[in-house]
């Protein structure tokens, strides 16, 4: 199956308040709980998972070097998570099932208008080793990759089928990310599916955008 930009089914709803010339770093919500979830700063509130594919939500710019807090609701209980982004740095708060999270944090370095950039994160606590194979003859694209890690490269634009596994155990797949555009940028992600296994969700990645 072919997804579509998991960012794109995300509602946009603006969590922290931002503008131009202000210096920003990017934050997005990533539902792992294996259920729908909810993120609030007070005034704001998002809800991921509750159409069963908004998992990811888009990148929110934020102003950088200056905490940020929300309150994370999972079926199984709430938390606090408390953030200082750098300038241009984008991270990635996933829910757990308990409601805790994990903070995975990324700055890309490369840029080219002619690839495709594509990132692998870890968002299973229970995934110690994760690793990405792509096609068919199941190249190993990413390795070792811890909790909360992350890893990322430059690809040529073109079909992405991918597999994953956490240590020696396949996870259910293959995802298929259809055709890689150039200049686009790409999440795949494993998250647990909360009957003691894990599946692989992505797309590609979206700013939110307010009118």
């Known amino acids: 199956m072919i997804l579509a930009p998991l960012a794109a089914r995300a509602e946009e ?15 997005r919500f990533l539902d792992a709980a294996a259920a729908p979830v909810s993120v ?17 939500g888009r990148f929110q710019a ?64 229970a995934c110690v080793d994760a690793k990405l194979r792509a096609g068919v003859k199941k190249v190993v694209v990413f390795d070792k990759i811890a909790p909360g890690g992350i890893a990322r490269r430059l690809v040529n ?8 596994a956490c240590g020696d155990v396949d996870i259910a797949g ?17 998250v647990p599916d909360g009957a003691g296994g894990r599946r692989l969700i992505g797309g590609r990645d979206e700013r939110a955008n307010y009118n």
Do not use: C, H, M, W
């Open 157 to 164: 634009p073109a079909a992405a089928v991918v597999e994953a």
């Open 13 to 27: 709803i603006r969590l922290y308040p931002t503008g131009p010339g202000v210096i920003s770093g990017y934050v």
């Open 62 to 125: 934020v102003p950088a070097r200056a905490a940020q807090r929300a309150t994370l609701t999972a079926p199984g209980g709430s938390s606090v998570v408390e953030v200082t982004v750098e300038p241009d740095e984008f991270v990635t708060i996933a829910i757990l099932a308990d409601g805790k999270s994990l903070v995975i944090r990324d700055k890309p370095q490369d840029f080219n208008a002619l690839k495709a950039d594509i990132a692998f994160l870890n968002a299973d606590p």
């Open 174 to 190: 293959p995802l298929d990310l259809g055709t890689l555009e150039p200049a686009g940028r790409y999440s795949i992600v494993i």
């Open 40 to 56: 609030s700063t007070g005034p704001a509130s998002l809800s991921l998972g509750d159409g069963g594919d908004n998992l990811i």
